[in-house]
Nanobody, 116 residues
Framework: QVQLAESGGGLVQPGGSLRLSCAAS????????AGWYRQAPGNQRELVAT???????NYGDSVKGRFTISRDNAKNAVYLQMNSLKPEDTAAYYC??????????WGQGTQVTVSS
């Protein structure tokens, strides 16, 4: 089992930055791939960024060059640094852990609103 809790969301002006954190519990986290997904009202959940247990990263096209995902296995945490935020980045952001056996775990989400 993996339990995930996101934090760091909020209201930010266009062009600003936010750093999301995801605290994980459970011994499986260090061997799981981790990621951030987002969902805006009326839209499907979409990939933001993923990071493997070895640190290999992948980004959605809309956030490449602006967002950076990282993890600290010693702290059981994964982070998302978001720079140059745009109004279209407004969404609920969810942390995900994907275990080697194919199980998915999700956090409760944190809201990010980009608006002037």
């Amino acid at each position: 089992q993996v339990q995930l809790a996101e934090s760091g969301g909020g209201l930010v002006q266009p062009g600003g930055s936010l750093r999301l954190s995801c605290a994980a519990s459970g011994s499986l986290f260090s061997i799981a791939d981790a990621g951030w997904y987002r969902q805006a009202p009326g839209n499907q959940r979409e990939l933001v960024a993923t990071i493997t247990s070895r640190g290999n990263t992948n980004y959605g096209d809309s956030v490449k060059g602006r967002f950076t995902i990282s993890r600290d296995n010693a702290k059981n945490a994964v982070y998302l640094q978001m720079n140059s935020l745009k109004p279209e980045d407004t969404a609920a952001y969810y942390c995900n852990a994907h275990t080697p056996r194919g199980y998915d775990f999700w956090g409760q989400g944190t809201q990010v609103t980009v608006s002037s």
